[in-house]
């Protein structure tokens, strides 16, 4: 029951954060994706165009997979908390990834009423990309590890 708790947790405090940062006014994202980017041109300065479009198209990067990875994790942690390691059937990773879709859709529709955001359909799309994405990798490490429990049971 420990665990579960814990799991629960884990979900309700992550989709906390999306919300807190998804709350912040454009002015604030857009700050905290930059500094981001501008770290990040710092390592690839020499790849990038002259023209300054670079920056602009390593910003958008940056801002698409903040989206990605944080439903990655959502789904995970969805995922993780719906089902048992052992025993991960196919309506668990359904159930979190609609969790996660929806919650995706949610937080779009959240921030059309933020000073300076938008609510984008792309970003759902890649919301529910970063989920699938994680539950197809935690269903991944699940198969292989309970396939190497059976085949240990088994010697």
Do not use: C
Not at 13 to 41: A, K, N
Not at 116 to 143: C, H, K, M, P, Q
Request: avoid cysteine; charge should be negative; hydrophobic fraction near 50%.
């Amino acid at each position: 029951m420990r665990n579960k708790t814990a799991a629960w947790t884990a979900v309700i405090g992550w989709m906390v954060l999306i919300f807190v940062l998804s709350h912040q006014p454009g002015s604030v994202s857009s700050g905290l994706s930059s500094g981001i980017t501008e770290f990040l041109i710092g390592f690839a300065d020499d790849l990038l165009p002259e023209n300054g479009d670079g920056v602009e198209q390593v910003h958008t990067f940056v801002r698409k997979n903040a989206h990605f990875i944080a439903y990655f994790i959502l789904g995970i942690l969805l995922v993780n908390a719906l089902g048992s390691w052992n025993n991960l059937h196919f309506r668990e990773l359904l159930i979190a990834f609609a969790v996660s879709a929806l919650y995706g859709a949610s937080d779009e529709f959240h921030q059309l009423f933020i000073e300076g955001r938008s609510g984008e359909f792309r970003d759902v799309l890649i919301d529910s990309a970063g989920a699938a994405a994680g539950l197809l990798v935690y269903w991944t490490i699940n198969t292989v590890a309970v396939g190497k429990k059976m085949e240990n049971r088994k010697n």
